[in-house]
């Protein structure tokens, strides 16, 4: 009976050990859970282990996306609240112009302040001027901060042109005029003269009144503009040539414009001092081609009558 009893408890244990066998066989077959369950999807992990992570390291994998998100910050540069997105070619206007509005674009080119602005002189800016700038300035997308430089430049950039056109001009003028002094010498003043009546003539022909006739006399003998220097010659030669009677001092010849010289108007004076028929003509008859070349001939004349008379005295 004992031996039975031992039998019995052998068998027992053998079972037990099988079972356990068995267990453990079946455990050791089964792959164990990951960490992170089913939370993750598969294409995420793909991604840890394309980038040399082990997803079934916790600590890898959390140690080295912040590892990456660090180095990422550094290539970003600012905080995300001071990014700007730039809006593509199809965007809405309002997105492209709340993304200039970031930039410092106005939303009205009045909001450009250029007050600061001067000229040279001090003086502020023409208003028309000022208005075409900021426009310019709007429609170029300026940031607000940017538009007192620019505009700056663009007035000095403006003056410097001005200025430098002012020095030619001024230039060309003057060489004019020393040409005009070289060609006229001591018969300046009756050139002048001469070129004044022939304007007079012409302005009563144009209809013009004898106050417009004299604003252009003035505009062109002031000798301020580029062939006022020409334009004085030629109304010299036109009125030597214009054929009227006294247009030309008598000596010089029929047709010619050669001015007389101060020996020559001298002696002309002399022949007319007894000349009746001249005295007659010019203050009986108050004749006005008489009275004229009288006139011409002291203007040539007048300086060296004048010098005698006082050496005389």
């Known amino acids: 009976m004992g031996d039975t009893a031992g039998a019995a408890a052998a068998a027992g244990a053998g079972a037990g050990a099988a079972a356990a066998g068995a267990a453990a066989g079946a455990g050791a077959g089964a792959a164990a859970a990951p960490w992170y369950g089913d939370k993750i999807d598969s294409v995420t992990v793909g991604f840890w282990q394309n980038k040399g992570i082990d997803p079934a390291d916790p600590i890898a994998v959390a140690t080295k996306l912040t590892d990456f ?35 410092g674009v106005p939303a009205e080119a009045k909001d450009y302040d250029l007050s600061a602005v001067k000229r040279a002189d001090g003086k502020e800016l023409d208003t028309a001027f000022a208005d075409a700038l900021r426009d310019a300035m709007l429609n170029g997308r300026v940031p607000k901060d940017r538009a007192g430089e620019i505009a700056t430049r663009i007035v000095k950039f403006d003056e410097a042109r001005e200025a430098a056109a002012l020095a030619d001009r001024t230039a060309i003028v003057k060489a004019q005029q020393e040409v005009l002094d070289k060609n006229w010498g001591t018969n300046k003043t009756y050139n002048s003269a001469i070129a004044q009546r022939a304007l007079e003539d012409l302005g009563k022909a144009a209809g013009l009144t004898p106050e417009q006739t004299k604003q252009g006399w003035d505009a062109i003998s002031a000798g301020g503009h580029i062939g006022g220097a020409y334009a004085m010659e030629m109304l010299r030669t036109i009125s030597t040539r214009m054929g009227e009677p006294g247009s030309l001092i008598s000596g010089s010849p029929p047709g010619s414009d050669t001015i007389m010289s101060v020996d020559q108007a001298i002696a002309r004076i002399e022949a007319l001092k007894s000349d009746k028929s001249f005295y007659k003509r010019m203050v009986t008859d108050k004749e006005v081609a008489a009275k004229r070349e009288w006139d011409d001939l002291h203007k040539i004349a007048g300086a060296e009558l004048n010098r005698r008379r006082g050496a005389a005295a």
């Open 69 to 103: 998100y660090r180095k990422s910050e550094s290539f970003i540069g600012a905080p995300p609240e001071e990014m700007i997105r730039i809006p593509k070619s199809n965007a809405a206007e309002t997105d492209i112009k709340a993304y200039w509005n970031r930039i």
